[in-house]
């Protein structure tokens, strides 16, 4: 059973970063397409960056040129690199798996084609 448990969020203020990890048991990331979604209040579940099992990376124009996803030489670890954050940045962040786009020939898009989600955590950018 695959299980994404997030750390990393907090507090920071306009203009700073803060790096989120994403650990993952009973897999490894290459072996899904691994995206970090984020749910601000009041507003749907929207996916900022995503890191497909051959390396490839996507990012909402939101955050492009400002947060990077990557991995750890062990394939157990995802991470979100977040500069340059802004308030409009504030919201709970989840890291989740797809591990069927081998038989959908691509990627989920949306967050109901992701199976495996973590607990999420909160990122909170003040002006």
């Known amino acids: 059973q695959v299980q994404l448990v997030e750390s990393g969020g907090g507090s920071v203020q306009a203009g700073g970063p803060l790096r989120l990890s994403c650990t993952i048991s009973?897999?490894?990331?290459?072996?899904?397409?691994m995206s970090w979604f984020r749910q601000a209040p009041g507003k749907e579940r929207e996916r900022v960056a995503l890191?497909?099992?051959?390396?490839?990376?996507f990012y909402a124009d939101s955050v492009k040129g400002r947060f990077t996803i990557s991995q750890d030489n062990a394939k157990k670890i995802l991470f979100l690199q977040m500069n340059s954050l802004k308030p409009e940045d504030t919201g709970v962040y989840y890291c989740?798996?797809?591990?069927?786009?081998?038989?959908?020939?691509?990627?989920?898009?949306?967050?109901?084609?992701?199976?495996?989600w973590g607990q999420g955590t909160q990122v909170t950018v003040s002006p």
């Open positions: 009973g897999g490894t990331v290459s072996g899904y397409c």
């Open positions: 989740a798996a797809d591990p069927d786009f081998r038989s959908r020939g691509y990627c989920a898009i949306l967050a109901s084609g992701y199976k495996y």
């Open positions: 890191l497909s099992s051959g390396g490839s990376t």
